[in-house]
């Protein structure tokens, strides 16, 4: 079974630009999470999926983050315009419902330098 | 406000010596647990997890954990540690409430084995 794939795996960019990653989930996991996770803390959820609607988004800056998934299956989180304090890896789950029960597996992330 | 405290940042054993790191949770009711570990580079995989029943719960890789309410501690150990496990280990919980599958991390403590 593929797990959770994420790209780019790095990606460094100055202040003020933009930048996009996308999420492809295991197969047939309705739901999807975003995670932020800055050096030295552990992951922090900023959206959460179940199929194309959102479930949470209580901690996601909306005033330059957005989510989408529009079809259900693959995702894509978008910064603009990006801070230095928004270095981070971004991990992307999946799991096949959205109860608290239900185990998440994750990508390898993607590794976000702003400069 | 939920949380969750990893006491220990950094923690180092031998190889072949015990192993517990540990982990104290704020809610207001027993959430789910969960131990999950991240090597260098990878996403996070869940080691074990708590829902109800006994407290005394296995995981993969010769992991246990012991729920203990009075403390509202979730403890992770492991008898006899490998070179191989040196990661950083995560405890978290997913509240009981709202059951929509966030979770919550500790900052993470960092395992070094020394041959």
């Known amino acids: 079974e593929a797990g959770v794939a994420q790209s780019p795996r790095y990606k460094i960019i100055e202040k003020r630009q933009s930048v996009a990653f996308w999420c492809n989930p295991i197969?047939?996991?309705?739901?999807l999470y975003w995670y932020q996770q800055i050096l030295g803390q552990g992951p922090k959820l900023l959206i959460q999926f179940q199929n194309n609607g959102v479930v949470d988004d209580s901690q996601l800056p909306k005033d330059r983050f957005s989510a989408e998934r529009l079809k259900g299956v693959d995702s894509t989180l978008k910064i603009q315009p990006a801070k230095l304090e928004d270095s981070a890896v971004y991990l992307c789950?999946?799991?096949?419902?959205?109860?608290?029960?239900?185990?998440?597996?994750f990508g390898p992330g993607t590794r976000l330098t702003v400069t | 406000a939920q949380s969750v405290t990893q006491p220990d940042i950094h923690i180092t054993v031998s190889e072949g010596a015990s192993l517990e790191l540990r982990c104290n949770y704020s809610y207001g009711a027993t959430p789910y647990l969960f131990w999950y570990v991240q090597s260098p580079g990878q996403g996070l995989q869940l080691l074990l997890k708590?829902?109800?029943?006994?407290?005394l719960v296995q995981g993969i890789k010769g992991f246990e954990a012991e729920f203990k309410r009075s403390q509202s501690s979730f403890n992770l150990r492991k008898p006899s540690v490998h070179w191989s496990d040196a990661a950083e280990y995560f405890c978290a919980v997913a509240p009981t409430s709202g059951n929509t599958g966030k979770l919550i991390f500790g900052q993470g403590t960092t395992l070094q084995v020394k041959p």
């Open positions: 197969s047939g996991h309705a739901t």
């Open positions: 708590y829902f109800s029943g006994d407290t």
């Open positions: 789950a999946s799991s096949l419902n959205s109860l608290a029960s239900g185990e998440q597996y």
